[in-house]
């Protein structure tokens, strides 16, 4: 399938189909991300690395009939994503780019941005995009690359968002209105909670 890449300067997530980036609240920053990301699977037919298009009325029904539910509590990402079934799958492939062979265990909120040392944080990747990312979470990689994050493949935006989920509710911060505060409420400032002060 034929990659195009997406500029970054064109991309924004205070505006977007049927009004679903409209996020008042941390949370809804994260879990919208979720629900389009279940939609490029289950809708748009995402099934490798190339991002999907995220277009048509049904698309967009679908992502926010699953945001409305992951909202109301009716759906768990955790549940919906199984990010760390997925990496048991796809374990012969980089996370990011799917080359195969000789692979790295990769932190996805890198250890010097405050990511945990747990499995939640790690896929396998291969050694040229480990030291390409470096110290960037996955965002901030695909940025530097004048790539929007829906290019990140799902399986390392999932673990992601669920982290900074986490991250945010440990810290009681899901329902803030800006993130950090008067930063707004962009999804790539919502992800880098972990190097935020608290
Ligand atoms: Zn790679």
Redo the contacts with the bound molecule.
């Keep these: 399938m034929l990659q195009v890449p997406v500029r970054w300067p064109n991309f924004s997530y205070s505006v977007d189909a049927m009004g679903l980036n409209k996020s008042t609240c941390v949370s809804e920053v994260i879990l919208s991300e979720y629900a389009k990301l279940i939609a490029d699977s289950a809708v748009a037919g995402r099934i490798d690395r190339a991002p999907a298009a995220r277009d048509g009325h049904r698309y967009w029904t679908f992502t926010t009939r699953v945001f409305r539910k992951l909202c109301a509590g009716d759906m768990s990402p955790s549940a919906v994503l199984r990010e760390n079934k997925m990496l048991l799958t796809a374990a012969q492939e ?6 195969q062979g000789a692979l790295q265990w990769e932190h996805i909120v890198p250890k010097a941005r405050g990511g945990p040392e747990t499995i939640d944080n790690l896929v396998l ?2 050694a ?3 030291l390409q990312k470096g110290a960037l979470n996955p965002i901030d990689w695909y940025r530097r690359r004048d790539l929007h994050p829906k290019h990140i493949p799902r399986l390392a935006m999932g673990k992601l968002l669920k982290l900074v989920l986490e991250e945010h509710r440990r810290r009681g911060t899901l329902g803030a209105a800006e993130f950090p505060p008067g930063a707004g409420l962009r999804l790539s400032e919502v992800c880098r909670v972990f190097e935020t002060p608290e």
């Design positions: 980089c996370a990011y780019c799917g080359v990747s291969c040229a995009c480990n």
